[in-house]
């Protein structure tokens, strides 16, 4: 018999990440399961928290006295499987932080709700004994009865609503019918369901050849048992979502599940559309944007086996499929599928281990791939296809560079280009549709020469050096500090400022040269109502705009047939951020933006707008050559050691004392070099975060290098018995620690 229940208190803090003992009243023996949500005294004062259910057992090694009893279940809470527990283990493993943490994570709905209701009235009796009743009711004067008897001769089954609303019948009387056998009040429970779209099939997809041999070959291999992971490299509108479809239905035939990972809310809409098409009701969509009640209804929907297919952002692995057989992460590239919450996972790995959990097969897509992903398939890790044609014959976009610094030199202050200029006029005289993206990825805190181009760089670690209050910059890196520069050191020009431009500027400046045009933009702002995205698109898509101006969001996995214009202004401010990641980030953005052009009969055009036009990353982007870029930048990572040749962990802490927070960042380091015995371990910092203070936290970051991850993994454990060890001691009270993989 189970006695006892081991158990996760919900605090997240370090000196209690450990299950405790409780032992299981008589009455709950037969209910309590591991997963369950239960609320346990807690501590000296036995105040009473919620925790979960994580083993159960028959014996115990304390003491029975000093064993508390289970107070309850958690009413509303959500249980957790147990396949979830051990994935919150692994992540708790691999990334640091609480187990509660962990298991917070891995419930894709906090807490539980009821079905909604939805009551009807029908009618028992036949239409003379219901005109006999109402002639007594005329007679007697029971006026809400008349009402009633009468919308019941004419429907034999009435909304509950109607009944209740606009006839007025009080509950009273309804009951009192029931009793006599004239009607019964029927209640139907249903799901919440955020999906509100109109039932429309398209026709079965046909795959070009190099389609349909991905297709066959991933089929093959599950069909044989197999189960891989597989990347999809497909140049921008090569028709990677019809190959996720039929491999949808191949597994859906096989009465298994699909979670399809997108990287932006924005993006839920279109790629909802399409696969509503091909698959129905039996499709649904987690998101932020949805009520705390229709994200536990679409899990609860998922673990029935109502639908075959969740569509959603990184926290949709978590959906609770009974058999899950396949998980796509499409654009797998894009930096959202990395949690910046505790534990820090990134969406990938952990979509990795879930499968390997599941015995389900992993389909990875982008245009642009991440390196980490890359580097696997030229290592034989992953499955590689590519795809290099687009539909129909149709061909990429044409790009033209135009260097910015000539347009200053030659009189053109202005934020267009001549050549964008030109063509936007051309575009708009044809009825046709443009894009300008704004890149302002990374524009805070950096200056450059608006004559030559150049940006101050750190002479250690090859990325900007960041502006920061008191005239100075700053490698967040090594912590490298110089004085900030007046005048350009490469042509002693003036004009050696930060950028200043946002998308409402950019709108101004479109209706001063194009007043006749119809611009709509789409960014934070905009964006911040939860119907904001559907809205915007589908004005845009309908045609009932010209022009839409954007941040990031408008360059992910858009399809506009009839846009054949895309202008990329301010390229190169994604270069200039503090990050060994900048060139990669600069490319994937530049040649996803490029791809929104052209995707339907007519030919594209892209103008990308630059003060480095001779960057190395810009010009593949241009020639949206990736092997190219691939080759150049992996060389530059083998340099420096950088992922994915070799791992990183950071490790970040906060104090509002700041020389207390970089004390702590000194004693972390001496502990890391004494406590693990590795000569091949590179240890740089403690220095000043990327943002140095926030709301009066002076923040420090360390950085560990190694090429294997798991001796990273050894750092953490080391260092986190380190940190429980001083804090208990009082050493390090209010110090935040964290860690971080690879970031």
Known sequence: MLRYANIIVNITHESVDRPFIYKIPPDLSETITVGMGVTVPFGKGNRLINGFVIELNETSEYPEEKIKEIAGITKAGVGITADAIKLAAWMKTRYGGTMIAALKTVLPAKRAFRPKEKKSIQRLMGKEEITTLLTEAVNKKHNAKVRILRALLEEELLPYELVAVKLAVSKATLSNLEKQGVIAVETVSFYRNPVRLKQTKEAALVLRQDQKLIVDEITSDYQSGKRG????????????????????????????????????????????????????????????????????????????GEIDIIIGPRSALFVPFPDLGIIIIDEEHETSYKSEQTPRYHARETAAQIALMKEASLVLGSATPSLEAYHRAMSGEYRLFRMDSRPGGGCLSQVSVVDMRKELWDGNRGMFSRRLQELISAKLAAGEQVMLFLNRRGYSGFVSCRSCGHVHQCPHCDVSLA??????????????????????????????????????????NLEKLWPQARIIRMDGDTTKKKESYEEILSVFGSGMADILVGTQMIVKGHDFPNVTLVGILAADLSLNINDFRAGERTFQLLTQAAGRAGRGTKAGEVVIQTYRPEHYSIVHAANQDFPAFFAEEIMYRELAAYPPVSHILAIWLGSDDEEKGRQAGRELVLAATSLIEDKSLGIIGPASAAIAKINDVYRFVIYVKHHEYHRLIDVKDCLESFIEAKKKTGELSGVTIQFDFNT
């Open 229 to 304: 992971t597989y990347l999809l490299h497909g140049i921008t509108g090569s028709g990677k979502t019809e190959v996720y479809i039929h491999l949808i239905k191949e597994v859906i035939a096989k009465g298994r599940q699909c979670i399809l990972l997108i990287p932006e809310i924005a993006l839920t809409y279109q790629t909802l559309l399409r696969f509503y098409k091909h698959f129905g009701d039996r499709v649904s969509v987690i998101n932020s944007s949805l009520s705390a009640g229709e994200r536990f209804d679409q899990c609860e929907r998922a673990r029935r």
């Open 467 to 508: 502006k920061h209050q008191g005239g100075r910059m700053l490698c967040h890196y090594c912590g490298y500090k110089t004085a900030q520069l007046l005048r350009c050191p490469q042509c002693d020009s003036q004009y050696f400022l930060g950028f200043k431009a946002g998308t409402q500027q950019v709108v101004e």
